[in-house]
């Protein structure tokens, strides 16, 4: 799965494969959500603002797990 940077003060870089959406921290942390439509994806990829659209829309959203 290929990781694409994302200009973000929160957000690293997002990944999606499967369902699953990859989400690599400024702050080090690689989280995995789970079940998230593509279209989720490719709105915060569309977004203006990366983690606003984060923090509204997935986070809180969907099952996580911090894997790396």
Same mark, same amino acid.
């Given at each position: 799965? *290929?990781? *694409? @940077? #994302?200009?973000?003060?929160?957000? /690293? $870089? #997002?990944?999606?494969?499967?369902?699953?959406?990859?989400?690599?921290? /400024?702050?080090?942390?690689?989280? *995995?959500?789970?079940? #998230?439509?593509?279209? #989720?994806? @490719? $709105?915060?990829?569309?977004?203006?603002?990366?983690?606003?659209?984060? @923090? $509204? /829309?997935?986070?809180?959203?969907?099952?996580?797990?911090?894997?790396?």
């Amino acid at each position: 799965m *290929q990781m *694409q @940077h #994302v200009s973000s003060s929160d957000l /690293n $870089a #997002v990944g999606y494969e499967n369902g699953a959406l990859y989400i690599r921290f /400024n702050s080090g942390g690689l989280y *995995q959500y789970s079940g #998230v439509p593509e279209s #989720v994806y @490719h $709105a915060l990829m569309a977004a203006s603002s990366h983690g606003r659209y984060f @923090h $509204a /829309n997935i986070k809180g959203c969907y099952p996580y797990a911090r894997i790396g």
